[in-house]
């Protein structure tokens, strides 16, 4: 079994910084993309960004140069800083991870639990 659990959510004014950090347990043979997705109220989740397994990174305009993806391949963890927060990126975060897993052969997707993160005065 594979857990991933996000910790790292909050209130935060705007401009202000929050890092979301996701840490991935079990059975894990490897690792391949892992990424940070987000839904807000009323709305679809989207890709936030991604990380591949070599470091490859993709991001939404909307955080590009505000946010900064990064993993950490021996911990089997992605962490996300987000700086200069604005309202619109409030909503609840979900870490997502293509996983091997011991048991069985072929990679698949598993999501965290989510983080919420509000940004407000």
């Known amino acids: 079994q594979v857990q991933l659990v996000e910790s790292g959510g909050g209130l935060v004014q705007p401009g202000g910084s929050l890092r979301l950090s996701c840490a991935a347990s079990?059975?894990?043979?490897?690792?391949?993309?892992m990424g940070w997705y987000r839904q807000a109220p009323g709305k679809q989740r989207e890709l936030v960004a991604s990380?591949?397994?070599?470091?490859?990174?993709n991001y939404a305009d909307s955080v590009k140069g505000r946010f900064t993806i990064s993993r950490a391949n021996a911990k089997n963890t992605v962490s996300l800083q987000m700086n200069s927060l604005k309202p619109e990126d409030t909503a609840v975060y979900y870490c997502?991870?293509?996983?091997?897993?011991?048991?069985?052969?072929?990679?698949?997707?598993?999501w965290g639990q989510g983080t919420q993160v509000t940004v407000s005065s």
């Open positions: 079990g059975s894990i043979f490897s690792i391949n993309a």
């Open positions: 997502n991870a293509d996983i091997t897993t011991a048991v069985f052969p072929r990679s698949q997707g598993y």
């Open positions: 990380i591949t397994s070599g470091g490859n990174t």
